[in-house]
């Protein structure tokens, strides 16, 4: 996790107390500030709420198990007109923990998160998780894509400027 992930969204949770076959749950509301932070970040309008339920499980080799819900209200530029248009992120969360270095991850399993000194940051797991809920191409319901012809009956686009290209070659 580098620096400025830190100051967007920080959130360690103390996991001492967590023996195994407990759980923990914690809920975390995210202010205002930080959820203009984190909008900057994912590159949106605004984020107008983000709040994340957890439940912390601990195994018997000490690792833990983050399991969740992420739900934010978010707002984002239409990808057509760049009008704002409101999306609701109700996602589910999960995350392994575990404070042994030298175990390799399999190639199918996600990235394990690092416990220090008996805590769990938190934080920029669920911005990286709310990151991958968002719609990546969001659209206003009235917008319409129409491809703008500057000369009237030539094709336009890419496809059409290298067919220009080859014709010009060929002759």
Known sequence: ????????????LSIAELSPAERQVEKIHVDAVECAAIAERLDILSINSLSVQLELFRDLTGDVTLVGRIVADIVQACVVTLEPVAQHVDVP?????????EEEEGEDEDPVELIADDEIEVGDVIVQNLSLALDPYPRAPEAEYEEVDDDAGKPSGPFAA???LRDD???
């Open 169 to 171: 070659f060929e002759k």
């Open 93 to 101: 969360l999960y995350q392994r923990f575990s404070g042994r270095t």
């Open 1 to 12: 996790m580098n620096e400025k992930a830190a100051s967007e969204l920080l959130r360690c």
């Open 162 to 164: 290298l067919a220009a």
